[in-house]
């Protein structure tokens, strides 16, 4: 009955974190071909609002101010694709300051997508714990609100374009100094026919 009571005790004592951060209350997006700004939806519970969702679905509580059990990745994941950016605007405390808290976002990385936050951002009375953290859910909120469902092209793409337009170009100046050079040859006497004027024969 002693040890009964002791626990009880103790996880009254053990309050998540999370619990007593206060929830962000705006998250702007950017990147290739997206820019959004996210505001909390009047007259809807908070856990019902796209600025809810996105916010659970990117692992803001855990990179932030710690989560148990802990949902962060323990190393960076490979093919990540195009990269956004998440600024997330946070009440206080302390004081009626706001916080900004950058979030990389990785929406079409291979196996769900991606957020990074950098460890050591201000937030609340401490920074952040930062790390990695996936969400396979993550990308059809992020559709939803307006991101491509495919990545857009990259960089990669338009070299290539650009490349393929030089070789074009040089291969119609190629034909075009091939039929100069034959006109010019059709245009020049043949010295095998040229005779001689009559007063200089002997």
């Known amino acids: 009955m002693i040890r009964l009571i002791v626990a009880v005790a103790l996880a009254a004592l053990v309050v998540p974190v999370v619990a007593s951060a206060k929830e962000p209350s705006q998250a702007s997006i950017s990147g290739p071909g997206f820019s959004k700004t996210i505001l909390p ?11 809810s969702q996105l916010t659970d679905l ?52 291979r196996g769900g997508a991606v957020t990074y936050t950098k460890p050591g951002q201000p937030i ?39 490349i393929s337009g030089l070789a074009a170009g040089a291969a119609v100046l190629a034909a075009g100094a091939l039929f100069w050079r034959r006109q010019r040859g059709q245009r020049s006497p043949s010295t095998s026919s040229t005779e001689l004027p009559a007063g200089s024969r002997t």
Not at 76 to 81: V, Y
Not at 82 to 99: D, E, F, L, Q
Not at 141 to 146: K, M, N, P, R, S
């Open 41 to 51: 939806t009047t007259g809807d519970e908070w856990g019902e609002t796209p600025l």
């Open 58 to 109: 990117s692992g803001f509580f855990p990179s932030a101010v710690g989560q148990s059990p802990d949902p962060m990745l323990h190393h960076e994941p490979s093919a990540l694709g195009p990269r956004y950016t998440i600024v997330w605007t946070v009440p206080g405390p302390p004081g009626p300051a706001t916080h900004r808290v950058r979030q990389e976002l990785y929406p079409y990385a």
């Open 124 to 162: 609340f009375d401490g920074t952040t714990l930062g790390g990695w953290y996936r969400n396979a859910e993550l990308k059809h909120t992020l559709v939803a609100l307006g991101l491509p469902a495919r990545a857009p092209s990259s960089s990669g793409g338009a070299s290539a374009a650009l």
